[in-house]
């Protein structure tokens, strides 16, 4: 049993609309040994070793669900018992987590295991630890007839521990986590920035960041004047408002005297320390602060000594001028009984399922340490010691709950004067986030009658104590933070545009970016050549995936976010965000099948579909694809756009009828026009004669490409004006879409460049090639990419066959995995089966001699086709070529006719039936909700 392989998905994804981890699991051996079959104990050890397993519902959803998975008949598959122990290791070390699926593949054996993380690093170090439990269960016998290497040191408890020591060292500390739910339960979404509690909330433009509690909002003096215990006293003093009296010293004998000047008992603690970290209170002696100098020192150069304030630690909170929660802090201690060893009682308390491991759980366990100890031996007690029943014997001298202490909430019964107290101090600050440590008697009397008093204010100060005290009601710390940063009202998200398809991504991506640019908002766009803001590239490179649309989002300066998506990234990681605006599926078309599992287009289609399913405010869809259709009814977006090249669609008619929104091109008397229907509203657009990119019309994949554009701009509330004018100033030029028929007619004959490289994508340039008016001859130079199926090249030379006086077959640089002139001699025998003779045809495997021959052979009046790979190199060819002196004195350019079209084929089928909702029509399929 081994992982063969592992997906971590960001975001939605084919399995999931959240994050989940997938594993290509081959269990080898044991597919023919399910749990219930396996005997020797297996089922008892793993519920010995994970008792929580037994509330896992599983397809009974009811307790004891999955435990009698794994007992009836054979029981379970190791795949799908590996699902659940995954999950359940992740809730152990404090992530609550539930969703999983496992589904075996066509191989035997082999399984996909699907499971919710939250952290990435966490939710991998799960699976392992899975596998190597499974493995240390199953019977000696077994292990020997699967030949499987097991560990023999491996020992679960301390694997267990150590996995979830890990994992808090990894996962958010409690405040950053409740901050974060906060921000989820208002919709609002966040990042995770670093490895620590660096996070930011919204997107683009609307971001805020906080670093733990500490907030983007938070002053950076004040922060340094809270760190300042010296200069806080002074200033808190300096109001009136109660503080102790305090000295700050740099050696033991200052120490020792500047106690005997305050009076004793006084409390010794570094000056920029905290969590409790080096602090000794209640100190009679000059012995013993000389000590506990030492031991300050260890946690900062300066030391302060100050008079110790009798009474109980209180945090206090307060929150942009408001108090939020007050809590009684209670050293960590146990109480005696008369009968248990102190080292007896801490076990017991210890054994209280709250307290766990660091941040673990709500409280933490009691540890018998250095400073224990010492506080055991200077109240004469060691470990072995059995106190008085009813004796509390400490072994902390702070309440700090990351050391085992105890928190109570006192948040309605603080007296008025308290309140305003730490109010006045978190503002004399400039804190924004406070906490408030204040020694009291009873917090229920103003400080001016107990003689209480301020010992520090906090930045950063912790938010588990409120939110899950161990006593009183829980307090939501997190809230007021989020509204503080994000007031009623103020938005947190750009909109954005997911855009998918198999061909016209990325020409559609930047004609919508172009759009709105010129709408004047600063946009984040992803493309196959980079990561573009505002229209400077920033990242170069193929960045269609996760990883560049969260740059976008973490951009500051992006107003709006139009991303490129690809197949390859969905299939990898999944989406980068966990929802967006505009969902748009251009097609369905074959292309990069038989990769990565995607065998079929139904395949495909399953994995274009995912920003549908996660489209908040609209999905475009192309209605003239019966794949892209059939997505209408798995969209929760508010409103559905088709787009058609056939103005007598069936369903599209019904859909306008009822309400709906399409985007449809229309016959008239001079041209076709781009024509919006929105409710009960009829708008004419466009001319498509009038848009640059479309070559006065003729190319009717970029009148198909700036309809949803228009359709996507419109859905993101750019006005029509303003989208006439985006359509209107784009052009197909190298600079505008590098690689997407980009046209240069300087040379006596043109030139035609494109990317080009599945089947669909060749036919719409061949088509335009069609209707173009050439007086000289037709070249092209084709090629396919090396991991494409073999019928896949062959209907690329199959779509160029018949068009063309002279044809160049090449090859890629990279030839991915076929030998060297493999696919430039399957195009050309596929040309030679569909009719091209033989002297029409070279072969030239390199990318730039194929390139240099069609040029240098070109005559005046010729039109050359190039398909091409290396976008930027190949476009230098063109632009930098010198014709021969004769070509260059005839500089005649071509014309171009106008073109007809058919109506687009139909894709209702007779028998076809409707539905219609709120949304408008869609087609009813087999797999419609």
């Known amino acids: 049993m081994r992982i063969l392989d592992r997906n971590v998905y960001l975001g939605p994804n084919l399995w999931a609309n959240f994050r989940v981890i997938r594993l290509t699991l081959d269990l080898g051996e044991l597919e023919n040994w399910p749990s219930a079959k396996i005997g020797g104990g297996f089922i008892d050890g793993l519920m010995q070793a994970l008792p929580g397993l037994n509330e896992h519902g599983c397809s009974y959803r009811e307790t004891g669900g999955f435990l009698r998975r794994l007992r009836e008949d054979d029981g379970t598959w190791l795949g799908h018992v590996l699902e659940h122990v995954a999950l359940e290791l992740q809730c152990v070390a404090g992530t609550d987590v539930t969703f999983g699926r496992t589904r075996s593949q066509e191989r035997p054996g082999h399984y996909d295991v699907v499971f919710e993380y939250e952290e990435e690093s966490v939710g991998l170090e799960a699976a392992q630890l899975a596998l190597k439990l499974l493995i240390s269960l199953l019977p000696k016998e077994l292990v020997d007839k699967a030949d499987i290497n097991v560990e023999d040191d491996f020992d679960w408890d301390d694997e267990r521990d150590t996995f979830i020591r890990y994992a808090q060292r990894n996962a958010l500390g409690p405040s950053t986590a409740s901050l974060i739910k906060a921000a989820s339960d208002r919709d609002i979404p966040w990042l995770r920035l670093n490895r620590y509690s660096l996070v930011q909330f919204g997107h683009g433009k609307f971001q805020k960041r906080i670093q733990a509690t500490v907030t983007g909002e938070t002053r950076h003096i004040a922060v340094e004047l809270a760190s300042d215990k010296e200069e806080t006293n002074q200033i808190l003093s300096d109001l009136g408002l109660p503080v102790p009296r305090q000295r700050l010293v740099y050696s033991a004998r200052q120490a020792a005297r500047a106690a005997d000047r305050i009076g004793f008992p006084v409390v010794v603690k570094p000056l920029n320390a905290n969590h409790g970290r080096g602090v000794s209170i209640n100190l009679e002696d000059a012995e013993s602060v000389a000590t506990a100098f030492d031991h300050a020192r260890e946690h900062s150069r300066s030391v302060i000594v100050e008079s110790f304030i009798e009474g109980l630690d209180h945090r206090l909170l307060v929150i942009n001028g408001e108090l939020v929660a007050a809590s009684k802090r209670v050293p960590g201690h146990v109480k005696g009984d008369g009968v248990k060893t102190i080292a007896e009682l801490v076990e017991e308390v210890n054994s209280d399922p709250r307290r766990g491991v660091g941040h673990e759980k709500v409280l933490t366990r009691l540890e018998m340490d250095h400073q224990a100890k010492r506080l055991l031996q200077d109240a004469g007690l060691t470990e072995q010691s059995v106190p008085a029943k009813g004796d509390v014997i400490y072994l902390r001298s702070t309440g700090n709950l990351s050391t085992g202490g105890t928190a109570v909430d006192v948040t309605d019964v603080i007296h008025p004067d308290n309140r305003a107290m730490a109010i006045r101090s978190a503002k004399a600050i400039g804190l924004d986030v406070a906490g408030i440590d204040f020694l009291t008697t009873d917090i229920t009397k103003s400080y001016s009658e107990t003689n209480g008093a301020i010992c520090e204010v906090n930045a950063a100060p912790g938010f588990r104590m409120h939110v899950a005290p161990s006593e009183g009601t829980p307090r939501d710390a997190a809230g007021p933070v989020i509204d503080m940063l994000f007031p009623e009202g103020a938005p947190s998200r750009v909109p954005i545009?997911?855009?998918?398809?198999?061909?016209?991504?990325?020409?559609?991506?930047?004609?919508?970016?172009?759009?709105?640019?010129?709408?004047?908002?600063?946009?984040?766009?992803?493309?196959?050549?980079?990561?573009?803001?505002?229209?400077?590239?920033?990242?170069?490179?193929?960045?269609?995936?996760?990883?560049?649309?969260?740059?976008?989002?973490?951009?500051?300066?992006?107003?709006?976010?139009?991303?490129?998506?690809?197949?390859?990234?969905?299939?990898?990681?999944?989406?980068?965000?966990?929802?967006?605006?505009v969902g748009v599926v251009l097609n369905v078309q074959s292309d990069h099948l038989?990769?990565?599992?995607?065998?079929?287009?139904?395949?495909?289609?399953?994995?274009?579909?995912?920003?549908?399913?996660?489209?908040?405010?609209?999905?475009?869809?192309?209605?003239?694809?019966?794949?892209?259709?059939?997505?209408?009814?798995?969209?929760?977006?508010?409103?559905?756009?088709?787009?058609?090249?056939?103005?007598?669609?069936?369903?599209?008619?019904?859909?306008?009828?009822?309400?709906?929104?399409?985007?449809?091109?229309?016959?008239?008397?001079?041209?076709?026009?781009?024509?919006?229907?929105?409710?009960?509203?009829?708008?004419?657009?466009?001319?498509?004669?009038?848009?640059?990119?479309?070559?006065?019309?003729?190319?009717?994949?970029?009148?198909?490409?700036?309809?949803?554009?228009?359709?996507?701009?419109?859905?993101?509330?750019?006005?029509?004006?303003?989208?006439?004018?985006?359509?209107?100033?784009?052009?197909?030029?190298?600079?505008?879409?590098?690689?997407?028929?980009?046209?240069?007619?300087?040379?006596?004959?043109?030139?035609?460049?494109?990317?080009?490289?599945?089947?669909?994508?060749?036919?719409?340039?061949?088509?335009?090639?069609?209707?173009?008016?050439?007086?000289?001859?037709?070249?092209?130079?084709?090629?396919?990419?090396?991991?494409?199926?073999?019928?896949?090249?062959?209907?690329?030379?199959?779509?160029?066959?018949?068009?063309?006086?002279?044809?160049?077959?090449?090859?890629?640089?990279?030839?991915?995995?076929?030998?060297?002139?493999?696919?430039?001699?399957?195009?050309?025998?596929?040309?030679?089966?569909?009719?091209?003779?033989?002297?029409?045809?070279?072969?030239?495997?390199?990318?730039?001699?194929?390139?240099?021959?069609?040029?240098?052979?070109?005559?005046?009046?010729?039109?050359?086709?190039?398909?091409?790979d290396n976008i930027t190199r190949s476009w230098k060819q063109v632009i930098h070529f010198t014709p021969g002196e004769e070509l260059q004195a005839k500089t005649e350019s071509s014309t171009l006719i106008t073109p007809m079209i058919d109506d687009a084929a139909s894709v209702i089928s007779k028998g076809d039936s409707f539905i219609k909702d709120e949304r408008g029509v869609r087609l009813v399929s087999e797999d419609s909700d």
Not at 543 to 548: K, Q, S
Not at 696 to 708: I, K, L, W
Not at 789 to 814: K, L, N, S
């Open 497 to 581: 545009a997911t855009i998918t398809g198999t061909n016209g991504k990325t020409t559609v991506t930047r004609m919508v970016s172009h759009i709105l640019k010129m709408a004047g908002k600063s946009v984040g766009m992803t493309t196959t050549d980079g990561v573009y803001v505002d229209g400077n590239l920033t990242v170069p490179g193929d960045m269609t995936g996760p990883v560049a649309a969260r740059i976008v989002m973490r951009d500051p300066s992006v107003e709006v976010a139009v991303l490129e998506t690809a197949r390859g990234g969905l299939i990898r990681a999944g989406m980068g965000y966990g929802s967006c605006n």
């Open 594 to 868: 038989g990769l990565k599992g995607v065998n079929t287009l139904d395949e495909l289609a399953l994995i274009k579909r995912i920003p549908i399913e996660v489209a908040k405010d609209c999905a475009v869809l192309n209605a003239d694809d019966r794949r892209c259709l059939e997505m209408a009814s798995h969209t929760k977006a508010d409103s559905l756009c088709y787009v058609t090249m056939n103005s007598k669609h069936e369903l599209v008619r019904e859909h306008i009828r009822s309400g709906g929104r399409a985007m449809v091109l229309e016959e008239g008397l001079n041209g076709h026009m781009i024509t919006l229907y929105d409710g009960v509203h009829h708008m004419p657009l466009l001319w498509t004669h009038l848009i640059p990119a479309t070559l006065e019309g003729r190319a009717m994949h970029n009148v198909q490409n700036a309809m949803f554009a228009a359709a996507t701009a419109f859905a993101m509330n750019t006005s029509l004006d303003e989208i006439r004018h985006g359509l209107r100033t784009f052009d197909t030029s190298f600079f505008q879409v590098p690689g997407r028929m980009n046209v240069f007619d300087e040379h006596p004959f043109k030139v035609i460049m494109d990317y080009g490289h599945n089947p669909a994508a060749v036919t719409a340039m061949v088509n335009l090639s069609d209707r173009l008016d050439v007086r000289g001859q037709r070249t092209v130079v084709l090629a396919a990419p090396g991991d494409r199926r073999d019928e896949d090249v062959r209907e690329i030379a199959q779509a160029c066959a018949g068009h063309f006086d002279h044809y160049i077959c090449r090859e890629d640089d990279t030839r991915r995995g076929r030998e060297v002139g493999e696919v430039a001699q399957m195009l050309c025998s596929t040309l030679i089966e569909n009719g091209v003779g033989e002297n029409a045809i070279r072969t030239i495997p390199d990318e730039q001699e194929s390139i240099t021959s069609a040029l240098s052979n070109a005559k005046a009046d010729d039109l050359l086709l190039i398909f091409v």
